[in-house]
Every structure is written in structure tokens, then in C-alpha cells.
């Protein structure tokens, strides 16, 4: 029973050490305004998203596409909308004016 919480108290105080050595280290490897990226050895400046290698996204180039391809969408839906509008218009008609005699 004694050796079972020695092993349990030997497995926690691990754990709390591995998880704050591992913060520290994480924070302190990082240049200013850097972040740390979880799970890697990278890191990446601040605004940045890390994707798990060196190469790191700016927010932009993940929501610019997004935001271009709604524009893009929408554009096209107003199109449609008023070339049927314009088909359904009926067309005038005029009639002939008489030509002066002279």
C-alpha cells in the first residue's frame, strides 16, 4: 500500500514538473514577440498561426481567400438577378412618326 502511493506521489510530482519545465522552456526559447508553437520546436512571431513546420500563416492569407470568394459569389448572384429582371422588362415599342410633306 505504501510502495502504491509513493509510486502515485513519484507519477504526479512527474507530471507537474514535465508540464512546468516544458512552459518554461517553450517561453524562454522563443525571440521577443514570438510565440511558442505547441507540439513543435518552432516558433512564430506574433499574428502568425503555426502550422507545425517553419513556415507560419499570417492570418490574412487564410481569410483573404475566404472573404475574395464570398465577394466573388455575391457578384455573381446580383448579375443574375438583374439580367432576369431585364428579360422579364418588357420592351418598348414606338410607333412610326409621319414624315412632314413638304
Same mark, same amino acid.
Do not use: N
Given at each position: 500500500? @505504501?510502495?502504491?502511493?509513493?509510486?502515485?506521489?513519484?507519477?504526479?510530482?512527474?507530471?507537474?514538473?514535465?508540464?512546468?519545465?516544458?512552459?518554461?522552456?517553450?517561453?524562454?526559447?522563443?525571440?521577443?514577440?514570438?510565440?511558442?508553437?505547441?507540439?513543435?520546436?518552432?516558433?512564430?512571431?506574433?499574428?502568425?498561426?503555426?502550422?507545425?513546420?517553419?513556415?507560419?500563416?499570417?492570418?490574412?492569407?487564410?481569410?483573404?481567400?475566404?472573404?475574395?470568394?464570398?465577394?466573388?459569389?455575391?457578384?455573381?448572384?446580383?448579375?443574375?438577378?438583374?439580367?432576369?429582371?431585364?428579360?422579364?422588362?418588357?420592351?418598348?415599342?414606338?410607333?412610326?412618326?409621319?414624315?412632314? @410633306?413638304?
Amino acid at each position: 500500500m @505504501k510502495a502504491t502511493m509513493y509510486l502515485g506521489f513519484v507519477c504526479l510530482w512527474i507530471f507537474l514538473f514535465s508540464s512546468v519545465v516544458e512552459s518554461q522552456l517553450s517561453d524562454a526559447s522563443c525571440p521577443y514577440d514570438y510565440h511558442y508553437c505547441e507540439g513543435t520546436i518552432f516558433c512564430c512571431q506574433s499574428g502568425y498561426i503555426c502550422t507545425g513546420t517553419t513556415t507560419c500563416l499570417h492570418l490574412a492569407i487564410i481569410i483573404g481567400p475566404i472573404v475574395g470568394l464570398v465577394v466573388l459569389i455575391v457578384c455573381i448572384v446580383v448579375c443574375c438577378i438583374c439580367c432576369r429582371r431585364r428579360r422579364a422588362t418588357p420592351g418598348v415599342v414606338y410607333s412610326p412618326t409621319p414624315q412632314a @410633306k413638304m
